[in-house]
């Protein structure tokens, strides 16, 4: 076998072993930890976690770090290289296998249950846009989206054992040299960071908005109030989904129109504006709930299931809702999309100063909030439709020959009728 880091080492054929687990841990202070291959715990990616946690970061965001390094693990188990050993062959050749080799993807449980074996319908539509939305779908390859995440998460996990002197005294995952950040008087952001050597490129995407025609679509196809209102509230305060299904009963002010949430990054209480529809749908849907006996109360859960035993509702719940709407469309909008389409209605609105669109949005840096102003794909699409019909109505005025040039002679040579 050829040792780890050879170029000539086969990559295509190399298998990702599905050793280890990412566990959700019922405490506070250490919401997940890293399972190896033989079910231990792993103690520096629980440091790492703690330091995240230090730093105010949300259990979402130590999940999303952990399923990164839980790919890293299984790479250098597959290996038999430990942590501490890894050096920039093993980093080099774990950007490489991300970047042809094709991702795993785990059957869904009805299909594991059913017995059914290996890759579910890898086939024609992975990758292919959708006919209603034009977003592709999630593809057979690594998205360099999820690429560069990872190259970024490995790279502050060891440059984080770096510091705390119990690493390796080189980062495999190394910084590029022109990529380094520049300081503010050169004109650095104070958003930049450094990039990394295996960091792919990721292209500039416009955010992409659900058109108002297609919302209503969206909205006509659910069933229940209570996902009526979930809809209304997102697409008219741009709450992230998170935020909004956290809420209490006392965080609605109606007389007020005003929802309050807690922001995912800071953690702060913010109580935002909100469209009167969506406290009408609300409404409607809380007289519906109580009646069935979902707990009230201002402390308790705003949204619960729709049946007994009523639960909170959780985000992969609603987002098992909006997919439903989507299957009956043929679409496949995310819940997402309705915080971009909200930023993107505020941004275009020429009364509502940006600032204020920050705020409500609740971004740290008004260069985020900047990216809803130009015009969306349907509007770029409309405007250069309305360029072609133009262009073909247009009354063309016909040449006029230079003087000492017979238009018959230019006829007869180009063929055109002066």
């Not at 919401?31 to 105010?56: N, T």
Request: glycine letters at 8%.
């Amino acid at each position: 076998m050829l040792e780890t880091g050879d170029p000539s080492r086969d990559l295509m054929g190399f298998v990702l072993p599905q050793t280890g687990a990412l566990v959700e841990v019922a405490n506070p202070a250490r919401p997940y930890v890293l399972l190896d291959a033989s079910g231990a715990v792993v103690e520096p990616v629980s440091e790492f976690f703690a330091e995240l946690q230090a730093c105010s970061r949300p259990p979402s965001t130590i999940r999303s770090y952990g399923m990164d390094l839980l790919r890293w693990w299984r790479f250098l188990d597959a290996w038999g290289v430990e942590w501490r050993r890894a050096t920039r062959a093993q980093a080099r050749d774990f950007a490489r296998w991300m970047a042809i080799a094709p991702k795993p993807v785990r059957a869904h449980w009805r299909r594991r249950a059913g017995g059914a074996q290996g890759h579910p319908v890898a086939g024609a539509s992975a990758g292919v846009p959708n006919s209603v939305t034009g977003r592709p779908g999630p593809g057979l390859m690594y998205a360099a989206t999820t690429r560069a995440h990872c190259e970024t998460v490995l790279r502050s996990f060891y440059d984080f054992h770096l510091d705390a002197g119990t690493g390796p005294i080189v980062n495999p995952f190394p910084v590029a040299r022109e990529r380094r950040r520049l300081p503010m008087a050169a004109g650095g952001s104070p958003r930049s960071s450094p990039g990394g050597r295996y960091r792919p490129s990721v292209p500039a995407r416009i955010p992409r908005r659900i058109p108002d025609t297609r919302f209503d679509e969206l909205f006509a196809a659910l069933r229940h109030n209570r996902d009526r209102a979930l809809l209304a509230f997102w697409v008219s305060n741009g709450a992230r989904a998170e935020e909004l299904l956290t809420c209490r009963q006392r965080d609605a002010l109606p007389g007020e129109q005003l929802l309050g949430v807690v922001r995912k990054g800071t953690r702060a209480y913010q109580q935002v504006p909100s469209s009167a529809d969506a406290f009408v749908w609300l409404r409607l849907y809380q007289e519906e709930a109580w009646r069935a006996g979902v707990p009230r109360g201002p402390g308790r859960w705003m949204w619960w299931t729709l049946r007994p035993p009523f639960r909170p509702l959780t985000y992969h719940a609603a987002r098992a809702m909006f997919g439903r709407a989507n299957a009956l469309l043929g679409s496949n909008w995310t819940l997402h999309d309705l915080r971009r389409t909200a930023a993107y209605r505020m941004a275009r609105d020429p009364k509502l100063a940006l600032t204020d669109v920050q705020w409500v949005l609740g971004h740290a840096h008004l260069s985020t909030t900047q990216i809803y102003l130009p015009a969306g794909r349907d509007e770029i699409v409309d405007a250069v439709r309305a360029h072609h019909v133009r262009q073909t109505h247009e009354v063309r005025v016909p040449a006029v020959p230079a003087a000492g040039y017979r238009p018959d002679s230019l006829t007869e040579l180009f063929g055109r009728t002066w």
